[in-house]
């Protein structure tokens, strides 16, 4: 039976030639050649039969051969293999009995091909497309009478069985490349081992005592109060599922709280996935009803139940996307509400009864999301003195982002012993048993990994019917399994044994691993009744696990490879065409899911080749992750957005969606990586450029702002005022409070630091003149912006050096004073760390490492290096000032370079003369001028920059410490005292006079 549709699958062809026919038949009778022939093509043909090989078509006395067509064997290759030293050496023989010197050369390839569409006139001929075809024929040319030549893809699939020689590379005709040839010579003995392979599965349990004991025992620690962390770490189907299940089994539910959950790789970048899904089977949120009527049963579920903080209800029902009419939100940050869900969760998980102990799984961490690690670093933190255990799994790639504590332990599974993988393969056969000989083959073939194990013994089991134990048993049905081929062809030959199953299964592998009843249905153009039977069809041969009964049932491909095999047996064009229905249904029918992850619709729209559309929900999903502070997530989908862009054809027609894409963009890398990193000012550059063409406001403005904020942090002073000149410009224009607070800020925050004391004042005033509570709340909360709390911390520091300490002082606390009342992460930053550089001008040590050290903790929980760095310096400047050296300096310094790795260079010159300072404190005159030194060429980056009188004043004082001609420190005194007046510094032209007294009463004196 030929395959009715065409399909990818992985075939091994031979070609076979007997040699110099056309010698031979003029030296024969035409009758006595013709019988020679006949016997030739039955001797072959009954050899192939026998291997279950597809001959294709006869060509003179050349056939071609197909090993996995129409049904693949997981040892298709091995077959091609036997059956051609079979037919070498019997057309030997043939040869022989007819007094004929008789020989075959052969030549075998294996790899992935289009095949299973009939030829024009309907006769049952396959056509087999692709490279593979062409391999097999230039390798039989090449190879010498009575022998095999094979290619490296197929050698790496049967090297085990057979003595090889390497022939090296070489070049086939209509080939673009040389290709490894080997030469089989015969076959040897059984392999002991095979390479590895990729796979995964849930399995019968075997040889996994000592690890369930460990468990168990951990279990008994976490209930006494030790909380445990079990880490269970293993290649794809070794059995990593199989044992968690194994112990969660054996735990008494009565008295205690179990909670699983399991990590997809197409919701590796949805924040907090996992434990959305958890929480809603905990609750018995039922995803199938509708937003409305999950949200009915959320409210009951915190009302019948024990939660923590009851009134985190609207909070909960923000993280699952539900609508809480009568429970608005806080009004707080994303990135707040954020922080407090996470917190909640930590809570939820822990449960509000102390007494019960709690076992959390989380399976497969490789695809875990970033929001979802940072609820583990949470957790894992504060189970060692709770009844919790936690069990985690995750594949060998996958690097714990924790540190190891006493209280973790990891379990690396390894592979089984032969006699424990016959045990296996007894126990997944059953009742049915197996001979000892096909045991013995299982074993030596699996190579110890259970699901290749599982897998065998079923498909052996399976065919079993139709063949027979005798026929299985032969040599020819030795499984040779490898990695990748043989497992494709194992999980293949699964899917083939099937009727009209397959299909679903091809149509089901594009909607994912997991799928509800209700999407297959509407996606398949089958009736519900022959669809119900296909998908019991596949629940009975177990490649798909269900729960519930249609149409309200869901279902799950047990073997990832399994949907993966299903998946790539599909052309492009209906694979495409899956997709496209798949985001069609999804975004027609499925609108409560979609809203809550477009990354669906757009998986699938990319996938079908509809870009445009792609890149919309892209773009939705990564607005959605931002607006969570699920910053990582967020540049994910947008990166991805802008990748569907590319493949557009008319991408000049795309201006507006690039533009808002970029913008996004750059507003999430600013949180992930940092004001000054040049992937911001790629993001934001490439919008501004585009908008200019666009015309539209918003988006320009947007682009300035983020612009403003690189060339800022990055010290490039000069474009950062004309940058600042243009967003004032066109917040004047449009009048709105929010955009002339910001744009004043900026161009005012410019000014001053490039050394424009008294220009910079006057836009800062206009800032804080513009300051509403109320307003600055809302736009917090709706918008992330905080013009007011910096406007505030930036005056401060103005007024400092300006020489009005009583006014800076009102600021700072002003400022800080609305951040804490805000209590968002990063405006708090800010004016901690401001505040904390304005105590280190005003030289009170103690006050700066008190504002420094929350600052920076502050800025080390969410992840802000650039405030965690600056907070490091001034803490180090603190601590050397008040006795600390050796701690404050080594402080000082690290902070210093993780300020430079973070692109930054506003402060870095007045950094490195806190370091001066410091090195004077503790008697290094040479380092301490050294780095001054540093200081002022750092500071020549930025023309007009804000501290560079104080940073001439300190060298003089420098100077003279140090004992250097007394002119050499009143020269860079006196420059210190120019520049001061000029730029309005008034505290450092204070100190600069009182300095050059000092210089000159010195002078006198000697």
Not at 157 to 177: S, W
Not at 426 to 451: H, Y
Request: include cysteine; hydrophobic fraction near 45%.
């Amino acid at each position: 039976m030929l395959v009715p549709h065409r399909e990818r699958r992985q075939l091994t062809i031979l070609f076979c030639d007997l040699v110099d026919s056309t010698a031979l038949s003029a030296r024969m009778d035409a009758e006595d050649f013709g019988e020679l022939i006949a016997a030739y093509f039955d001797l072959c043909n009954s050899t192939f039969k026998r291997y279950r090989a597809y001959v294709d078509r006869e060509e003179g006395d050349s056939l071609r051969v197909y090993f996995g067509y129409p049904s693949a064997h997981d040892d298709d290759a091995l077959r091609a293999i036997f059956a051609a030293l079979e037919i070498i050496s019997a057309v030997t023989q043939l040869g022989d009995r007819l007094g004929q010197r008789l020989s075959v050369h052969i030549g075998v390839d294996t790899g992935e091909v289009v095949a299973g569409e009939s030829d024009a006139e309907g006769h049952p001929s396959p056509r087999v497309i692709g490279q593979t075809p062409n391999v097999a024929k230039r390798l039989q040319d090449l190879a010498p009478p009575g022998n095999l030549y094979v290619s490296a893809t197929t050698i790496r699939l049967v090297e085990h069985r057979f003595e090889v020689q390497p022939l090296g590379p070489m070049n086939l005709k209509g080939l673009p490349r040389p290709v490894k040839v080997f030469r089989i010579i015969q076959q040897r003995g059984p392999a002991s081992t095979v390479e590895q392979f990729d796979s995964r599965a849930l399995v019968p349990l075997i040889s996994r005592s000592e690890e369930l004991s460990l468990s168990e025992q951990r279990w008994k620690l976490a209930c006494q109060g030790h909380g445990q962390v079990v880490l269970i770490r293993g290649e794809p189907g070794i059995g990593k599922s199989r044992l968690l299940h194994a112990f969660l089994s054996r735990l008494d539910r009565t008295d205690s709280r179990v909670l699983t959950t399991q990590c997809q790789e197409q919701f590796a970048n949805s924040a907090l996935y996992p434990l959305m899904d958890l929480l809603q089977r905990d609750l018995g949120l039922d995803r199938e009803q509708s937003s409305a009527e999950q949200a009915a049963a959320l409210r009951a579920a915190f009302a019948s139940r024990s939660v923590p903080t009851p009134d985190a209800l609207p909070l909960i029902g923000n993280l699952l996307a539900l609508p809480m009419d009568s429970a608005p939100v806080p009004e707080d940050s994303a990135r707040a509400q954020r922080e407090r869900t996470l917190e909640w969760l930590v809570q939820w998980v822990l449960g509000t009864n102390a007494d019960v102990p709690v076992a959390l799984a989380i399976e497969d961490l490789h695809w875990a999301d970033a929001s979802t690690l940072d609820f583990l670093g949470l957790i894992l933190e504060r189970v060692q003195s709770r009844r919790v255990l936690i069990l985690l799994t995750y594949r060998p790639e996958f690097l714990p982002p924790w540190h190891a504590q006493p209280w973790f332990d990891e379990l690396a599974l390894s592979r089984l012993s032969p006699a424990q993988a016959r045990s296996m393969a007894q126990s997944v056969a059953g009742a049915a048993g197996l001979p000892s000989e096909v045991l013995e083959r299982i074993a030596a073939r699996s190579d110890g990994v259970p699901l290749f194990i599982e897998e065998l013994t079923k498909m052996l089991l399976e065919a079993r019917s139709s063949e027979g134990w005798e026929s299985l048993s032969s040599q020819s049905d030795t499984a040779s399994l490898s990695i990748p081929e043989t497992l494709r062809g194992s999980l293949t030959a699964r899917l083939d044994y099937l009727n009209v199953a397959k299909s679903i299964a091809q149509l089901a592998s594009v909607l994912g691993r997991e799928f509800s009843y209700a999407l297959i249905r509407l996606v398949s153009d089958m009736d519900d009744d022959r669809l119900q039977e296909a998908i019991e069809e596949l629940v009975e041969a177990e490649l798909l696990f269900q729960r519930g009964v249609p149409p309200n049932a869901t279902f799950a491909f047990k073997h990832v490879l399994v949907q993966e095999a299903a998946y790539l047996s599909l052309l492009k064009a209906r694979r495409a065409d899956y997709h496209l229905r798949a985001a069609t249904v999804l975004v027609a029918h499925f609108e409560d899911l979609i809203d809550r992850h477009p990354e669906l619709a757009a998986r699938h729209y990319a996938a079908a080749g509809k870009s445009e559309s792609a890149c919309d929900f892209w773009f939705r999903a990564g607005q959605r992750a931002l607006e969570a502070s699920a910053d990582v997530e967020a540049s994910a989908h947008l990166r991805l957005a802008l990748q569907q862009l590319e493949l557009l054809p008319d991408r000049d027609k795309q201006v507006a969606r690039e533009v808002r894409c970029l913008t996004t963009l750059g507003s999430a890398l600013t949180a992930t990586h940092g004001y000054a990193a040049p992937e911001v000012e790629e993001a934001f550059a490439r919008s501004h450029s585009l908008c200019q063409s666009l015309g539209d406001t918003e988006q320009l403005y947007s682009a300035l702002m983020g612009l403003h904020g690189f060339y800022q942090v990055r010290g490039m002073l000069r474009p950062a005022v004309a940058l600042g000149l243009d967003l004032v410009a066109i917040a004047e224009e449009r009048g709105d409070p929010l955009w002339r607070a910001q744009s004043h800020r900026c161009l005012g925050w410019s000014l001053f630091c490039n050394g424009q004391i008294k220009a910079g004042a006057e836009h800062l005033s206009i800032v804080l003149a513009l300051f509403d509570r109320i307003q600055a709340r809302e736009h917090v909360r709706t918008q992330g912006a905080h013009p007011w709390v910096v406007g505030f911390v930036n005056t401060a520091l103005l007024e400092c050096l300006a020489g009005n300490p009583d006014h800076a002082l009102r600021s700072s606390r002003e400022g800080l004073d609305l951040a804490r009342e805000l209590q968002v992460p990063l405006p708090l930053a800010y004016a901690l760390i401001m505040s904390a550089k304005v105590r280190c001008l005003l030289n009170e040590p103690e006050h700066a490492l008190e504002l420094a050290m929350e600052g920076t903790e502050l800025a080390l929980k969410h992840g802000m290096p650039y405030w965690s760095s600056w907070g490091s310096i001034l803490r180090g400047w603190a601590l050397v000032q008040l006795g600390r050296h050796t701690t404050g300096l080594l402080a000082l310094q690290e902070g210093l370079t993780a300020y430079r790795a973070t692109g930054s260079k506003l402060f870095e010159a007045s950094s490195l003369a806190l370091l001066a300072e410091c090195y004077a404190a503790v008697g290094n005159a040479s380092r301490a001028l050294e780095t001054i030194g540093l200081a002022l060429d750092n500071s020549l980056v930025a023309d007009g920059y804000f501290y560079t009188a104080e940073l001439r004043r300190l060298q003089g004082q420098l100077l003279h410490a140090a004992g250097a001609d007394i002119s050499l420190a009143r020269s860079a005194t006196n420059t210190a005292l120019e520049l001061a007046r000029t730029q309005g510094a008034g505290s450092v032209e204070r100190r600069a006079i009182e300095q050059l007294r000092l210089l000159d009463a010195h002078a006198k004196s000697s």
